[in-house]
């Protein structure tokens, strides 16, 4: 996996890539935590090349755990290994960003607080600044209540479009998923503060995961991507990834875009060695829209 990441970002021009916390989406047993050790192989290599993670499940094949849930189940429970586990006194420059606006762990602030305390460790508020979180939360009112909870200094604009929230709100005449008229009518956040959020983590590296969403995993059928740089306006990007073991626009996309394809491209043996990566360079054949 780690060899994989240093190719893509060493030939290829990558800047980040997906961390998917379980590849197996539910199907067999999962690998450890995120604050696992299993894990340090990964950590390494990002903090070599500078370049941060997004972490994002894909689908569940768990008849419990819908599409959606398993999203933010695992986003709560990577927040939860990390923290409570030594990958930032080992890593103090890993760069990880939770999607979806952490997961449940913002809403559930007293729990954690309370448990920090218990155990006498780091205030709970402290310990969570060690990661950054997407603004991929389809409500004002919800981001709202993430931005108080975790810091402007510690989210970034992002989004999926086309995604889940695809589909016209009654309320605002928008998409859900249309979040920077969102994010604007917060009427506490300063100009500065909309300034950190859509641009100013760009100089910390963080642009590669500004905005990321991968579809489904679906064999046999297309897997469309969609990614977005910070200047998506003027270089938005589709891959469009075919069938089982895939094809794509652009050199070696196919082996990054799903995270259960080895770096030839197929399938075989579902190995984890395959991470989504971000890049600020558009790849040969790909269409702008």
């Known amino acids: 996996m780690h060899c994989e990441l240093e190719r893509c970002v060493k030939d290829l021009g990558f800047v980040g890539c997906l961390l998917n916390p379980d590849p197996t989406e539910g199907e067999e047993q999962a690998p450890p935590g995120l604050g696992d050790r299993f894990w340090y192989p990964l950590y390494e290599k990002l903090v070599e090349l500078d370049v941060p993670a997004l972490i994002h499940s894909t689908s569940s094949c768990d008849p419990r755990e819908s599409y959606t849930l398993k999203f933010i189940n695992e986003e709560s429970i990577a927040i939860v290994s990390l923290l409570d586990s030594a990958v930032f006194d080992d890593f103090p420059t890993l760069k990880l960003v939770v999607s979806h606006g952490g997961g449940a762990i913002p809403y559930q602030m007293g729990r954690f ?19 950054y979180f997407d603004t991929c939360n389809y409500s004002a009112e919800a981001l709202d209540f993430q931005l108080r909870i975790l810091g402007v200094d510690n989210c970034l604009f992002g989004t999926e479009r086309p995604g889940t929230g695809t589909i016209l709100c009654g309320h605002t005449g928008r998409d859900f998923d249309d979040l920077k008229p969102a994010i604007e009518s917060i009427a506490w956040l ?16 963080l642009h590669a995961c500004i905005s990321i969403y991968l579809f489904k995993r679906s064999a046999g059928c297309t897997r469309p991507a969609l990614m977005e740089a910070p200047d998506a306006h003027k270089t938005r990007q589709r891959i469009d990834v075919q069938g089982r073991g895939g094809s794509a626009h652009g050199k070696g996309a196919a082996a990054l ?17 395959g991470p989504c990566i971000a890049s600020r360079r558009a790849p040969r054949g790909l269409a702008k829209p």
Request: hydrophobic fraction near 30%.
């Open 113 to 131: 607080r309370a448990w920090a305390v218990r155990r006498r460790q780091r205030p709970f508020d402290e310990q969570i600044r060690r990661l």
């Open 190 to 205: 300063t100009a500065e503060d909309r300034h950190k959020i859509f641009e100013g983590k760009l100089s910390q590296g």
């Open 257 to 273: 875009l799903d995270p259960w394809l080895s770096p030839r491209g197929d399938t075989a043996g579902r190995q984890w060695s």
